[in-house]
Nanobody, 124 residues
Framework: EVQLVESGGGLVQAGGSLRLSCAAS????????IGWFRQAPGKEREGISC????????YYADSVKGRFTISSDNAKNTVYLEMNSLKPEDTAVYYC?????????????????WGQGTQVTVSS
């Protein structure tokens, strides 16, 4: 059974940083792309970043480019999202999903497995 578990969310002041983790079991990342999504109250889910294994190709949505960094640790079967210079508009539930597909500038994960999400709240 594929299981993804996110962790690392929390409350942080604007300008602060958080690192989210997505640990996988029953699934090996190699050969697939893994994505991070977020959904704020009243807003549509947004695909913000993904990383392809094994080549490590990354993608970032414009809303997070230059502030967020996605990485992976194959030995731990874990993907990370380092979030810096956080803004109140980054407040959302963050999810990881795998596998995902990048089509143009849209990350698609409808047919993958999803974690339960982790709340990130950025105060002003």
């Amino acid at each position: 059974e594929v299981q993804l578990v996110e962790s690392g969310g929390g409350l942080v002041q604007a300008g602060g940083s958080l690192r989210l983790s997505c640990a996988a079991s029953g699934f090996t990342f190699d050969g697939y792309a893994i994505g991070w999504f977020r959904q704020a109250p009243g807003k549509e889910r947004e695909g913000i970043s993904c990383i392809s294994r094994p080549d490590g190709t990354t993608y970032y949505a414009d809303s997070v480019k230059g502030r967020f960094t996605i990485s992976s640790d194959n030995a731990k079967n874990t993907v990370y999202l380092e979030m810096n210079s956080l803004k109140p508009e980054d407040t959302a539930v963050y999810y990881c999903a795998a596998p995902v597909t990048l089509v143009g500038d849209k990350i698609l994960g409808d047919f993958g497995s999803w974690g339960q999400g982790t709340q990130v709240t950025v105060s002003s």
